[in-house]
C-alpha cells in the first residue's frame, strides 16, 4: 500500500478572496508582518501498489483532484501503512 | 418540442427549471434523474442550479464524471441545445464542455438579488429574440460566480463573439464582467444567472422568457419549417 499526499494550490495570478479574508485576520491579530496569504488543499489517498502509480496519480490530478485552469497540483508516494 | 431537466443529487432549481420549459414556455419537459437515464431524443436539455454533490472538491466537479455528462458530450457533439445555469455552468465549465472556471467571488459572500445583464451576442439560438445590447434584469444566487479564464481563453472568446451575457455592474468579480458564455459551435451556452427564475413578472422580471422563446423558435425554424 502507498500513501499519495497531494497539494493542491490556486495558479499564481488566480484570484484568493479567502487567503486575503485570512490575512487581514492574521494582520488584526497583530501578524502584520504575513504579506499574503494563498489557501489550497491537502489530500490523502491510500492506493493498491501498482508499477504505473505515478502515471495514475498524474492522470487522477489532471482530470479531477485539481482543475487545471486555475490550480497547480503536487504530489509524493510514499509507503504506507500496511492495515 | 422535448426538453430534459437532468437531475444531479443537490440540484435545486431542477423544478424552477421545469416550469419555465413545461408551464411559462408551454413546451414538454421531463425531469431526468443523473443515473439510469437516456438523454436521447431530446430536442434542448437544461442543466439547474444548486449544488450538485454538496459543492464536494469544487463546484460541478464530481457531477462532471458522471455518465449523464458522457452522454451530455455525446448530445454536444450531435448539436442538441444544452443551457446550465449556474451550478449547471459550473457542470460544463468542469465537464471542460466550455472554457475556464470558476472561483469564489470577489467579496466571499453568497449573492442573491436581481443583476443587469447586457445581451452582447444576439446572435445565438439562446438569444435571438433578445435584441443586441438589450438590457435584462435577471435574478444571481451564488458564491462561486467568479468567472476566470487565461488571456488567451479571453482574447478567444471575444474574438469569436462567445460572450453572450455581461454584467452591468459586476457583482462578483469575473473576468471581463463575464456572466455568460457559449460554445465555439454555439450550442452550448452556460451563465451564472437565472433565467428560469424571471419568466413572469410576478416573479420580479420576465426577461428570462426571451431565452427559453429563441431556443423555440430556432427549434422550430429547424425542425418545423424546414420540414
Not at chain 1, 37 to 42: A, H, I, P, T
Not at chain 2, 43 to 63: N, T
Not at chain 2, 112 to 133: A, G, I, K, P
Not at chain 2, 183 to 189: I, S
Request: proline share 3%; net charge negative; aromatic share 8%.
Amino acid at each position: 500500500m502507498k500513501l499519495v499526499k497531494v497539494h493542491v494550490t490556486l495558479k499564481e495570478g488566480v484570484l484568493d478572496p479567502q487567503g486575503k479574508a485570512i490575512q487581514g485576520s492574521l494582520s488584526r491579530l497583530g501578524y502584520d508582518h504575513v504579506q499574503e496569504v494563498r489557501v489550497g488543499k491537502y489530500l490523502e489517498l491510500k492506493v493498491e501498489d501498482d508499477q504505473h502509480i505515478e502515471q495514475q496519480i498524474e492522470e487522477m490530478c489532471r482530470t479531477l483532484l485539481a482543475n487545471p485552469v486555475i490550480e497547480n497540483y503536487e504530489y509524493t508516494v510514499e509507503e504506507g501503512v500496511t492495515s | 418540442m422535448k426538453f430534459a431537466v437532468i437531475q444531479f443529487p443537490g440540484s435545486n432549481c431542477d423544478r424552477d427549471m421545469y416550469y419555465a420549459a413545461q408551464n411559462a414556455l408551454g413546451e414538454e419537459a421531463e425531469l431526468v434523474w443523473y443515473e439510469g437515464s437516456n438523454l436521447e431524443g431530446y430536442d434542448a436539455i437544461l442543466l439547474p442550479g444548486g449544488f450538485s454533490y454538496g459543492d464536494y472538491l469544487r463546484s460541478g466537479a464530481i457531477a462532471s464524471t458522471t455518465d449523464i455528462v458522457t452522454q451530455l458530450k455525446d448530445q454536444a457533439d450531435k448539436g442538441v441545445p444544452i443551457l446550465g445555469v449556474c451550478n449547471g455552468f459550473q457542470v460544463l465549465l468542469e465537464s471542460g464542455l466550455l472554457p475556464g472556471a470558476m472561483l469564489t467571488n470577489r467579496d466571499l459572500k453568497f449573492m442573491c438579488h436581481f443583476e443587469q445583464l447586457v445581451v452582447q451576442n444576439h446572435q445565438t439560438l439562446f438569444t435571438s429574440e433578445y435584441e443586441q445590447n438589450e438590457v435584462i434584469s435577471v435574478p444571481i444566487a451564488h458564491q462561486e460566480g467568479n468567472y476566470f479564464c487565461d488571456q488567451s481563453t479571453l482574447t478567444r472568446l471575444r474574438e469569436n463573439n462567445q460572450i453572450v451575457f455581461t454584467y452591468q455592474n459586476n457583482p462578483n468579480g469575473s473576468i471581463g464582467d463575464i456572466a455568460g458564455i457559449i460554445n465555439e459551435r454555439g450550442n452550448v451556452l452556460g451563465m451564472m444567472p437565472h433565467p428560469e427564475r424571471a419568466v413572469e413578472s410576478r416573479l420580479g422580471s420576465d426577461d428570462g422568457l426571451k431565452l427559453f422563446q429563441s431556443i423555440l423558435v430556432n427549434w422550430r425554424e429547424h425542425y418545423v419549417a424546414g420540414a
